[in-house]
Structure formats: C-alpha cells, structure tokens
C-alpha cells in the first residue's frame, strides 16, 4: 500500500497507538493544600478544637466548582442559586476541616477539605447521624490521581440524608457533599463523573484561598 492510503493508514495507527499508551495523570500533591488549611485554622481557632464562620470560602473558585459538580442535577432536588452561602473552619476529632457552599431551610450543598487520615470507610462512618449508623451505602470506586474514591449516602431520620462523593488520598480528604431531605434522590453517579475531573482544581483552590483567607 503505498501513496495517501498509506499515508493515511500510518497517521491512523499512530493515533491509535498514542491513544493507548497516553500515561495516567500524576497523583495530586496535597501538602500546600493541608498546610494552608492548618494555618487557617490556627487563626481562626488557635489550638482548641471548635468551629469558626469565615466571611468568604476559603477555597478559590468554590461557588463555580460547587455548580459545575452538581450541574444536570434538578433544581428541585437542590437549594436555590439564591440560597445563602457558609464557610467555615473547624477542628473535630482528629480532622482539621475547611467547608463551604449554599444552603436554604431544608437542602444543603457544598464541599469539604478535610486534613485527616481517615480511611474510606472511616470517613462514611463520620457522615452518619448517631440514629442511622445501619442506613448507609458505600460504593468505592476506581482511584484516582493517587487517591481512593467511594459515592456514599445515608438514608438518615426525618431530613438528615446524606450524599457524597470523597476522595482521600490518606492525609487530605475532598467531598462533595449533599445535605437534607432531598439529598437521598440526588443522582451521585452524575456528581461523581461531574466532580472527579474538578479534584485537581479543588485540591488547587484550598491551597490558594484558604493561605490568603
């Protein structure tokens, strides 16, 4: 075969094998992120544990990491756009956590950046309400990017349900997280997808915000 067919069927195999031997992408690097928020923490709390509100998120960019995350999801399953927004920092057990995003009466999202090393299954037990520590899901996942990964909800009493979707790569957990009584009916399959590409980006966005917060 020789002239443009050729050609042709070169640049095709050629593509095929780039395609197929792309590397995976590096592990995300955690440490300015877990020193950022440790920092924050010592001076909004000092060494006591507790929680303190912060005038703005402490994780750049997270009003549009939060929408983007939760993006095809129905309107009526989420607070509104308009719906007030929290940020805050906190030091419970033995995790150090940065959390923000927007809740109305009954429905809350956000994401969390929490400086532990808590295991998957660890991290699930946590999200549970003292009254629903049978009612839970937990589905690992593939890791990614030097993480492990796992969707979990939590048919909880009355409105406490929970959903999220975590990442943990042993010393910095992210989750992206859905509160209340209408948490139980999210589609986490469609959070997961929409969210495992932003980690990187939310990973990012705490070592820069919560270090000029």
Not at 63 to 83: E, M
């Amino acid at each position: 075969m020789t002239g443009p067919v050729a050609r042709l069927a070169a640049l095709a195999s050629t593509a095929l094998l780039t395609v197929g031997c792309v590397d995976t992408l590096p592990d995300i690097e955690t440490d300015a992120a877990r020193a950022a928020i440790e920092q924050l923490a010592d001076a909004n709390l000092g060494n006591e544990p507790g929680s303190a509100d912060l005038d703005e998120c402490p994780i750049a960019g997270a009003a549009r990491l939060i929408d983007q995350s939760f993006d095809l999801i129905g309107d009526d399953l989420l607070p509104p756009p308009t719906a007030d927004r929290f940020a805050m920092v906190s030091r419970v057990d033995d995790a150090t956590v940065v959390s923000c995003g927007r809740a109305s009466d009954t429905r809350r999202i956000g994401i969390r950046a929490s400086v532990t090393d808590a295991s998957i299954d660890e991290l699930s037990v946590q999200l549970l309400p003292n009254e629903s520590k049978d009612a839970i899901e937990v589905r690992e996942r593939p890791g990614d990017r030097g993480g492990d990964t796992a969707r979990i909800c939590v048919d909880g009493p009355e409105a406490a349900d929970v959903c999220s979707y975590l990442w943990t790569d042993g010393a910095l957990a992210i989750s992206v997280d859905a509160f209340g009584e209408t948490a139980i009916r999210i589609q986490m399959n469609r959070v997961e997808d929409q969210a495992r590409p932003l980690i990187q980006l939310i990973v990012d966005g705490v070592a820069e915000g919560a270090a000029t917060s």
